[in-house]
């Protein structure tokens, strides 16, 4: 009996000591093979699963494009999808390794939760839609005092929601749930009369919803959503092989290197793209970073540059339509503007 | 018994390692050292990780401002109040429902278990199709039943069903107007305190006198009288100062009045006719349990069969049902958790917001815990403390 009792005391101090020692997050990915990317339980352009169960959109491409930059192969991704209310802990406790599920960084989230935002992949921000067969005549958010609004519980849209209604002096009546889809049915079945989230989002919504053509996208935004992969604090590599990824995609774009012509983009006289692609004789910019030289041309030979993702999966190749706007390159007008590589 | 004194008088002969006492002290000692050192080994780990990732940890973040807004408060809140007030707002919303739903639970429980008692065979088999049907399917499935299939198929505001006393029924909820209390009012609620502890009083009295003369008085008209006309009185006397709060129609929904939502309703019913069918069986294995000699002989006595259940048959069943209702009490209250499924706004889904908002999740789930635990504590001392009363007293 005595031997057992000392058993369990040794299993007990082998417990405290595994705990002490930890391996970087670039470690473990590669130990198990694969990037668990945490996604959102299903939001159009962004991250949803096709008619074959394979995640489609934006923010499931990103993690696509890590995972092209870490192995080589754009596939080595398995996706975890989160509510809202699930998401940070997920990335904290170290069930996913990125966490790209149409998130707001804010200030509170990259200090007191313990995340390092890495950028914003989508600049948006929040709006309201309604039932214009339901509700004729209106045509501005201002007109909405006394209306039910659904709204998905824990995110930063509840709490625009309140401050907008507020300083604007009206009354409302916030209907919250805590999962997308329970939002969406219920504001399908009309228990609430007005649907607010990322604008974005209210696109992708509208798209599964009855009738599509009678909801009305209302012209207010209300809030700046910056919508970006986060990872967990604390492991300087991993932020920045996740960082530099966004940024290398954006980097393509202006360089105009695509999925089409990469292969060829490689031999070009530009000594710019060259660096960028790792075809510089002894360059350590794939290396420093902890991947491999080529990590620029597996990222876009996997999911393409900026533009062509945005496109295919939010733009004009989708069903979506949105306009790149504010989310075109810098050189074009738009806020996406990346750090050089070299 | 015999050998069993022997055993206790013999002092331990032989080796002190055995020493049956020595070695169980010894045993109970090594696992108490063993949780302690399990416990504090996940306390520490906790607080290292935390630290370790750069969350921040405390209590602190109760006293911040919310910003978020709850649909349905019993106390005063805004978006201005503290995350604090948010979790107290929730812990409010969740009494009120469990408060309701075992309320009904036991009333619909009782009429049900009696039912299935009884002689007329379509209430029999009526009340078996019930219990079997809601004690056999998940309370999660049967709260998506009242929201999903019952509520949400209501009609939009617009045509609302028009229910009497200017009541509404629509997909939002249920809207009957609001009493709205003018000036000297104060005396209504007065009168019924008096009416109550006055027909209270006439009940005693009545009591001893048919104690002491065996003449019956007139106890239930008399008190419906004190309790009802007093503050009837009361209310013609202070010149009649209840006026009501209709609901009406405006843009988007009907306003004024007091609205009952839909996912307050579909928890409550849900809730309600869920734990019911388990009492119901619960009731009736009480009333079975009380020995058929007990009715026969009150019969014999010449009790009506009114007067044999009232009497004889409940009291001696209330002993057997009692702690197992004590469990179907603390099964709906922390089954009212399944809120979250459909919006209602209870503990668990505004800590859940709170948790989510500010990223304290060890803080926001150890306060979960600590108040469910209490919730169901005090539960359980109510129900022990009328247990005690109900148990056979032995003379």
Known sequence: MKHIAIGILGAGALGLMASAASATTLDTVKAKGFIQCGVSTGLAGFSAPDDKGDWQGIDADFCRAVAAAVFGDGTKVKFTPLSAKERFTALQSGEVDILSRNTTWTINRDTALGLNFVGTTYYDGQGFMINAKKLPGVNSALQLSGAAVCVQSGTTTELNLADYFKANKMEYNPVVFEKLEEVNAAYDAGRCDVYTTDQSGLYGIRLTLGSPADHVVLPEIISKEPLGPAVRQGDDQWYHIVKWTYFALLDAEELGITKANVDEMKNSPSPEIKRVLGQEADTKIGTDLGVSNDWVVNIVKAVGNYGEMFDRNVGSGSPLKIARGINALWTKGGLQYAPPIR | ?395
Not at chain 2, 150 to 167: E, H, M, Q, Y
Not at chain 2, 190 to 203: D, E, N, P, T, Y
Not at chain 2, 274 to 290: D, H, K, L, Q, W
């Open chain 2, 1 to 395: 018994m015999a050998s069993q004194e022997v055993l206790r008088e013999e002092p331990s002969r032989g080796s002190f390692i055995n020493d049956p006492r020595v070695r169980g002290i010894f045993y109970q000692a090594v696992v108490v050292v063993l949780l302690a050192v399990s416990v504090w080994w996940i306390v520490q780990n906790v607080i290292d990780n935390l630290t370790r990732l750069h969350i921040a940890s405390g209590f602190g973040f109760l006293k911040g401002r919310a910003g978020f807004d709850i649909s349905d408060s019993a106390i005063a809140y805004t978006s201005d109040s503290t995350y604090g007030r948010a979790i107290v707002v929730g812990f409010i919303n969740t009494i009120i429902v469990a408060v309701a739903g075992i309320v009904t639970a036991t009333l619909i429980g009782f009429i049900v278990g009696i039912g299935r008692l009884s002689r007329n065979w379509l209430i029999r088999k009526i009340c078996t199709v019930y219990v079997e049907i809601f004690r056999n399917i998940p309370p999660l499935l049967v709260i998506f039943f009242w929201y999903s299939g019952v509520l949400s198929v209501l009609p939009a505001p617009r045509d609302s069903i028009n229910l009497p006393f200017g009541s509404f029924l629509n997909q939002r909820g249920f809207y009957f107007p609001r009493a709205v209390w003018g000036d000297g009012s104060w005396l209504i609620p007065v009168a019924l305190i008096v009416g109550i502890a006055m027909a209270w009083f006439v009940a005693r009295m009545a009591r001893q006198r048919q104690m002491a003369t065996g003449q019956q008085f007139p106890v239930f008209w008399t008190s419906v009288a004190l309790i009802v006309g007093l503050p009837l009185l009361a209310y013609v006397l202070s010149g009649f100062p209840l006026s009501f709060d209709f609901p009406k129609q405006s843009t988007f929904n009907l306003t004024g009045g007091f609205q009952v939502k839909p996912e307050f309703l579909s928890l409550y019913l849900a809730l309600s006719c869920y734990t019911a069918a388990f009492i119901a069986e619960i009731v009736r294995a009480g009333i079975v349990g009380v020995s058929k000699g007990q009715t026969e002989a009150a019969g014999a006595l010449g009790l009506r069969p009114g007067s044999i259940l009232r009497l004889v048959v409940v009291p001696q069943a209330m002993r057997i049902v009692i702690p197992p209702l004590t469990s179907q009490y603390l099964n709906l209250t922390k089954n009212s958790s399944l809120a979250i499924a459909i919006g209602y706004p209870d503990l668990t889904a505004t800590a859940g917001t709170v948790l989510n908002q500010t990223g304290q999740a060890v803080e926001g789930v150890l306060i979960m815990m600590v108040v469910y635990l209490a919730l169901s504590l005090v539960t359980s001392a109510i129900m022990n403390v009328v247990n005690a009363r109900m148990a056979l007293v032995e003379r």
